[in-house]
């Protein structure tokens, strides 16, 4: 099985780079996202016609993410809401970042943490917010069902210094900020793995590039597309990878796809 995660910065422009990606590697599950239209306008029919059934959760111009499966997704969900209730959530489903689905008696979590913008601003608060209840959505997933669960997608946090070419200044730098880090790490300290990092230990891998001084070009990046895996799936993962082909394309996406195969 190959799960595959992506932020591909709307799905209408990526369009055929997906595609034709896809076509070369036939994962079993894509998951995306800040896919940034509105669920009636997404274009379902291209991916379809390749082999996917598509789940999707998403909102104009802003957010989204959705679920690509060769198998049909069992248990759909989206947003925390149908696990905690609107009550605890609030408003925070406004803004559409989770959905979820099982494939082959493994729940898959696909995520769109916030971004922050900077430390300290109202955008900064609501994403420690927003962790804090993926958190609490995780312990009750875990509560209520007894299977594996993959929680993937782009976590706007690198969590560790080698995952930043430059890490200065990180403590006041938005996605490496100690309580973001801290966050996170409560998060998996309910029994989740960096499977990236079962693999490959090293400095120097990212998985996003900013679009502005020659990001890319330098390798001048983050790692903050993840997959963390519970512990019985952590032990049958078996390669865990960054293409950063994509990358290179014309008008690309900043982050590039993450694989994993288990």
């Not at 060769?70 to 809401?81: A, N």
């Not at 008696?105 to 300290?120: E, K, Q, T, W």
């Not at 300290?189 to 890319?216: P, T």
């Not at 330098?218 to 078996?238: C, E, K, P």
């Amino acid at each position: 099985m190959q799960i595959a995660t992506w932020n591909v910065n709307s799905i209408r422009t990526r369009q055929e780079i997906v595609i034709n990606w896809l076509n070369n590697n036939p994962v079993d599950v894509l998951c995306l996202q800040e896919t940034k239209v509105r669920d009636e306008q997404f274009p379902l029919a291209p991916f379809q016609e390749i082999g996917y059934h598509v789940s999707i959760s998403g909102q104009k111009a802003y957010n989204g993410v959705a679920i690509f499966s060769r198998q049909p997704l069992q248990d759909l969900s989206m947003g925390f809401s149908p696990i905690l209730g609107e009550d605890l959530v609030g408003d925070y489903d406004e803004q559409k970042r989770v959905i979820s689905g099982v494939v082959d008696n493994v729940r898959i979590v696909n995520l769109y943490v916030p971004n922050g913008s900077a430390i300290d601003s109202d955008k900064y608060v609501y994403k420690l917010g927003w962790l804090d209840l993926l958190k609490q959505y995780l312990e009750k997933l875990q509560a209520e069902q007894s299977l594996e669960i993959c929680i993937c997608g782009d976590f706007n946090i690198a969590l560790e210094d080698k995952d930043i070419h430059n890490p200065k200044g990180k403590a006041k730098h938005v996605m490496s900020s100690p309580p973001e880090r801290e966050a996170l790490s409560h998060i998996l300290d309910l029994g989740f793995q960096d499977v990236f990092r079962k693999f490959i230990s090293e400095e120097g891998h990212y998985s996003w590039w900013d679009y502005r001084s020659g990001g890319f070009a330098r390798n001048r990046g983050w790692r903050i597309d993840h997959h963390y895996f519970t512990s019985n799936l952590y032990q049958q993962a078996t390669k865990c990878w960054i293409d950063s082909e994509p990358r290179k394309l014309e008008k690309p996406s900043d982050h590039a796809p993450v694989i994993v195969e288990y």
